[in-house]
């Protein structure tokens, strides 16, 4: 079957490093992605990996190892208002999108 | 309007209605989608689009029908619904499924079946 793997609810402090992971079990791949959720909105996108290495956009950066089956997101500087969900999601052999459950991230002061 | 729209926003639903839910985009994106997300799970693919005139079965089409009769338009109808329908639902496009895949999302529907 296919599985994404993230950890449920991570806490961290304003002004820190946070790293999100990411394992994952799909039929092909075709690219992962990385999605920001606030409570209560919609997704908005973050970043987008195909080959392995790290992408670095800003304040937040995303890994890839497709042999591990693994990537990472990672938000430096925290600032309250990325207090969110994170989700992760890889593309598969029918180019559609499977989504992990989501990480919770709680940013405190 | 820019974007993706969904209509109604939120609706209370007596089990055994009918329902459609709405889904306009102006970005001429050729594919679209439509996800529920329940509490504790991923988004899950209902139905998709990758063209006008063409739709397919995501992971959870059961109970859902679609229809895309043009590049803009992807309503999802709930022929009769039942309490286990009650989710948030999401309609996305991107510009292909072929390329980046980039997914834009409307602000979301929230159905409540009771």
């Known amino acids: 079957g296919q599985n994404i793997d993230q950890p449920t609810e991570m806490t961290a402090t304003e002004g820190a490093i946070v790293q999100i992971n990411c394992t994952y079990q799909?039929?092909?791949?075709?690219?992962l992605f990385w999605y920001q959720q606030h409570a209560g909105e919609a997704p908005t996108f973050l970043s987008y990996n195909v080959l392995d290495g790290l992408e670095e956009k800003g304040r937040f950066s995303s890994f890839l190892s497709r042999s591990k089956g693994y990537s990472y997101l990672l938000l430096k500087e925290l600032q309250m208002k990325d207090s969110a969900s994170y989700l992760c999601?890889?593309?598969?052999?029918?180019?559609?999108?499977?989504w992990g459950a989501g990480t919770k991230l709680i940013i405190k002061p | 309007i820019a974007g993706i729209t969904q209509a109604p926003t939120s609706q209370i639903l007596a089990a055994g209605r009918r329902m459609t839910l709405r889904c306009t985009q102006d970005?001429?994106?050729?594919?679209m989608y439509w996800y529920r997300q329940d509490l504790g799970l991923g988004l899950r693919l209902i139905h998709y689009?990758?063209?006008?005139?063409?739709?397919g079965k995501g992971e959870v089409p059961d109970g859902y029908s679609v229809s895309r009769a043009n590049t803009d338009d992807f309503p999802l109808t709930l022929a009769s619904a039942v309490p286990s329908q009650t989710s948030v639902y999401f309609c996305?496009?991107?510009?292909?499924?072929?390329?980046?895949?980039?997914?834009?999302f409307g602000p979301g529907t929230r159905l409540t079946v009771t």
């Open positions: 799909t039929s092909g791949f075709n690219g």
């Open positions: 999601a890889v593309r598969d052999s029918n180019y559609q999108l499977i």
């Open positions: 996305a496009s991107s510009d292909s499924p072929g390329t980046s895949g980039k997914q834009y």
């Open positions: 689009s990758n063209t006008a005139g063409t739709t």
């Open positions: 970005m001429r994106h050729n594919a």
